[in-house]
Structure formats: C-alpha cells, structure tokens
C-alpha cells in the first residue's frame, strides 16, 4: 500500500530564516506531487505540483520555492521566511484520479 | 476560476442524528469530486470519491451525491457519533492537477 510521510511534524523558525520541509511517498511510482498551505480559517491552496523528476509548476508568486530531486521526493524550500508563511503544510500525492494527503507540517515563524 | 462553498461553516448535532453537509462549485466543467475529513491537526483523509458521471457514492453511513449541472454535492451522514466529529472539505477537480477546494465544515457531534 502506498504512504506518505511528512517531517517535521511541527516548526517554529524565526522570520528571516531559511526553510526545508520534506515530503516521501512509498508504495507508487511517478506519482504527481503536491504542496499546499492552509492558513487559519482559510481554505487549501495549492503552492506547487510536479508531474515529475525536475518538474515543478507554481501556482502562486511567493519567496517559497520547491524542488524534485527524486521520483518520491517533493521538498518546499525559501530562502528567508515571512511572517505570512505561518500555517500547514500539506504534502500531497496523486493517481490521476484521487489526491492522497501526508500528515501534515505545522510552521509557525515569529 | 472554479469557487467552492460550503454550508455551513460549522454545526452541532446530538449523536444518533442523520446529517447533511452541503457543498456547491461555480463551474459545473469537473472531472470528479471528492469529500475528505480532517482532524485538528492532522492531514486529510479521503472519505468519497464521485466521478463527473456518476450520481453517488456510498461508503458505510456516508453517502455523497452530485449534480454537476447544478453544481452542487452533499455529504450524508447517518446515525452520526462522537467519532465523526472532524472538519469536512469537499473538493472538485478540474484538470489534471487543478483540486479546488471549499473552506470546510466544522461537525461537533454531542455524545
């Protein structure tokens, strides 16, 4: 069966700081990826999907970058970190028919 | 763009109550729809999925409807318990890796 791990589970970085987070899936091959942020009280949005090794389209203009060094590897990078990145962060995986979301990353930036 | 809405934003019910979440999409063009649940904190789990031609999925004391042409879906849940009490997102595809999603409903169940 396929699964997707998250890490870390939880964050607190200084603005200004750099950011990694990563995202793993087991069990599939040349899965589409996915990273998205929830803010509180806001709905999903989608930062960045990756069809493969390489591959990465953004959706929203931000200081948030993200890279794909392997089939089942997804990272969210920046450089320095805002105020307004605080939130979760939901790494995704996709069959082309039904979206798989990993446990999830807590990022507070104070 | 695709615009997501569901309501309400929250609800109480009584455990043992049936319930009806409610979910409606701006462009009726999908590919599918797919209701999660969310616990605080956590990721979210994938409860339905309905293809644009299908009319309703059941998966135990869930059942999910679709009307594309009115852009409207909604999240049945019968004898509800204290276990269901999560946020519920539904979300509707539009493209290959274009999931729009609702801003959720909060369900508390009361025991």
């Known amino acids: 069966s396929q699964t997707i791990h998250q890490w870390p589970a939880t964050l607190v970085q200084p603005v200004g700081s750099p950011l990694s987070l990563e995202c793993t899936v087991e069990?599939?091959?040349?899965?589409?990826l996915y990273w998205y942020r929830q803010a509180a009280g806001r709905g999903l949005q989608l930062l960045f999907y990756?069809?493969?090794?390489?591959?990465i389209s953004s959706e929203v203009p931000q200081n948030l970058s993200a890279s794909r060094p392997q089939d089942r590897q997804f990272i969210l990078s920046s450089k320095k970190l805002l105020l307004s990145d605080s939130g979760f962060y939901l790494c995704?995986?996709?069959?082309?028919?039904?979206?798989?979301f990993g446990p999830g990353t807590r990022l507070t930036v104070t | 763009k695709q615009e997501v809405t569901q309501i309400p934003a929250a609800l109480s019910v009584p455990e043992g109550e049936n319930l009806v979440l409610n979910c409606s999409f701006t462009?009726?063009?999908?590919?599918?729809l797919q209701w999660f649940r969310q616990d605080p904190g956590k990721g979210l789990t994938s409860l339905l999925l309905?293809?644009?031609?299908?009319r309703e999925q059941t998966s135990g004391r869930l059942n999910a409807s679709l009307d594309k042409s009115s852009g409207r879906s909604t999240l049945y849940i019968a004898a509800s318990q204290p276990g269901d009490s999560a946020t519920y997102l539904c979300?509707?595809?539009?493209?290959?890796?274009?999931?729009?999603f609702g801003t959720g409903t909060r369900l508390t169940v009361i025991p």
């Open positions: 462009d009726s063009a999908i590919y599918n």
């Open positions: 990756s069809v493969g090794i390489g591959q």
């Open positions: 995704a995986w996709s069959d082309r028919l039904e979206q798989y």
């Open positions: 069990g599939t091959s040349n899965p589409n």
């Open positions: 979300a509707v595809r539009t493209g290959a890796n274009n999931l729009f």
């Open positions: 309905i293809q644009s031609s299908q």
